[in-house]
């Protein structure tokens, strides 16, 4: 059986080992390995096909069910199965029609995320210091642009080469706009304030590129206003949606991108007028209202004439009252120097002297003073010591507290109903409690007996 299989294995690549197939694209499916498995349908028949990793990765499309495509490559069998499949080499959309259907489907795709939105398109700045153009560097397009800009405005521009057609066009088409919007701004390249996404004109398989999902998606995610300007005025791509203006072709991208220097100037001369005419205007009005109401304002003379007047009244009247404080201060000079006459000043110590000697200490009447006062203190301190509660002590009296407390009793009577008593001598105490013996207190001639101990 496996020889039958290799027989007719080869049979069918030696016959058909190079094929041509047009069909729709039915049953498409991309495996982990990378290969991608998918069937190829008319109207009456069908045939499985293979392409393997390398072949797939480079197709400049996304196959999807449904396109009609040619396909290119050999017949071969698969003995595991038992049946015949072709091995493409290369992929082709079939004809214009096939390419309409997948952009029609993408821009469904895209749009219905929002990623055409008008409310997500940002405004273009009115003089941008830096603009990046993405194009090839060495079509027409960038000179027309660069030519465009120095009639109009002269300003700095960084271009990004890039492929504008072909395969891996679309790939470094959106990492350039990547890339711009990835400058940190302050950087060795200056991050631009605009960008211009530009191509030449060309049919729609030579813009294809730009209606690639990467490109359309890094012209949506670009947080620096785009403008594309790709193909010639009839000509559109998805890019043009997402981007936040397009312009028509790369000439008009650059006339849309700077306002003209020479209109600049022109309308900042005439500002510069028009602004100093006002002011002028200003200060003139502002002149014919001063004189009007200087009008209405008194002279200088008659608002002072008053105040002159008053001033020489004040001078006046200065003058006199100095010099009635000057007489008022003569005469008391006058009286107090009377006062200090010599005769009057030796009077007065005279009279001091008499006085001092009156008041001077006289030693017999300090003796006496001194005397009395001994005497009085001798009597309050006898008083002192027949006062003095501990005196008594010392003939054989006894203070009689209470245990504890120390509270001094006064009669027996107390004494009985106290229990354990301090007897306080003259030099020392004793402890003692009053005993009672069937339930009596021992008493003897009305004094309670006691029993003392240590």
Same mark, same amino acid.
């Given at each position: ?278 002011? +002028?205007?200003? *200060?003139?009005? #502002?002149?014919?209202?001063?004189? &009007?109401?200087?009008? =209405?304002?008194?002279?200088? $003379? %008659? !608002? ?12 006046? +009247?200065?003058? *006199?009252?100095? #010099?009635?404080?000057?007489?008022? &201060?003569?005469?008391? =000079?006058?009286?107090?120097? $009377? %006062? !200090? ?15 001092? *000697? ?11 003073? =001194?005397v009395e006062a001994s005497d009085r203190f001798d009597r309050l301190s006898r008083l002192a010591q027949s006062l003095d509660p501990h005196r008594p002590l010392s003939r054989g009296y006894a203070w009689v507290t209470t245990r504890p407390g120390g509270k001094v009793l006064s009669d027996a009577a ?41």
């Amino acid at each position: 059986m496996s020889e039958l299989s290799a027989s007719l294995k080869r049979m069918v690549e030696d016959n058909f080992g190079h094929v041509r197939l047009r069909g729709e694209i039915s049953g498409y499916k991309r495996a982990a390995s990378g290969h991608a498995y998918l069937t190829l349908k008319d109207d009456r028949a069908c045939i499985d096909a293979v392409m393997w990793k390398g072949t797939a990765g480079t197709l400049p499309f996304n196959p999807e069910d449904g396109i009609e495509v040619i396909a290119t490559g050999k017949l071969t069998t698969y003995p595991g199965r038992s049946k015949y499949q072709i091995v493409i080499d290369r992929l082709e959309l079939a004809g214009e029609g096939a390419l309409m259907m997948l952009l029609e489907r993408l821009k469904a795709k895209l749009s219905a995320e929002g990623l055409f939105d008008p409310a997500r398109k940002k405004p273009l700045p009115f003089l941008p210091r830096t603009i990046g153009v993405v194009t090839s560097p060495t079509g027409a397009v960038i000179r027309d642009i660069l030519h465009r800009l120095e009639d109009r405005c002269p300003t700095h521009v960084v271009v990004w080469p890039v492929m504008v057609q072909g395969q891996g066009a679309a790939e470094q088409v959106a990492a350039a706009i990547r890339g711009f919007d990835g400058l940190p701004p302050g950087g060795v390249v200056t991050r631009p304030d605009l960008v211009i996404v530009a191509r030449g004109g060309g049919s729609i398989e030579d813009l294809w590129a730009f209606n690639e999902e990467v490109v359309v998606r890094a012209i949506a995610d670009c947080s620096i206003p785009i403008i594309s300007a790709v193909g010639h005025e009839t000509d559109t791509t998805l890019g043009d949606y997402a981007a936040d203006i397009r312009a028509p072709t790369p000439t008009a991208a650059a006339e849309i991108a700077v306002p003209v220097r020479a209109e600049l100037m022109a309308m900042l001369r005439d500002q510069g007028a028009r602004s100093e005419r006002a002011a +002028r205007r200003y *200060r003139e009005r #502002g002149m014919e209202q001063l004189r &009007a109401l200087s009008r =209405l304002l008194p002279s200088p $003379a %008659a !608002l002072l004439d008053p105040q002159r007047q008053r001033t020489d009244d004040l001078g006046e +009247r200065l003058r *006199r009252g100095l #010099g009635r404080r000057l007489a008022d &201060a003569r005469g008391d =000079l006058a009286h107090a120097a $009377a %006062a !200090l006459r010599p005769g009057l000043l030796r009077q007065r110590v005279a009279g001091a002297e008499q006085r001092l *000697r009156g008041i001077r200490l006289q030693p017999a009447l300090l003796r006496r003073r =001194l005397v009395e006062a001994s005497d009085r203190f001798d009597r309050l301190s006898r008083l002192a010591q027949s006062l003095d509660p501990h005196r008594p002590l010392s003939r054989g009296y006894a203070w009689v507290t209470t245990r504890p407390g120390g509270k001094v009793l006064s009669d027996a009577a107390t004494a009985r109903t106290a229990g354990a008593l301090t007897l306080q001598f003259a030099d020392g105490t004793v402890d003692a409690r009053v005993e009672r013996a069937g339930g009596r207190t021992y008493e003897g001639g009305g004094t309670a007996q006691p029993n003392l101990f240590d």
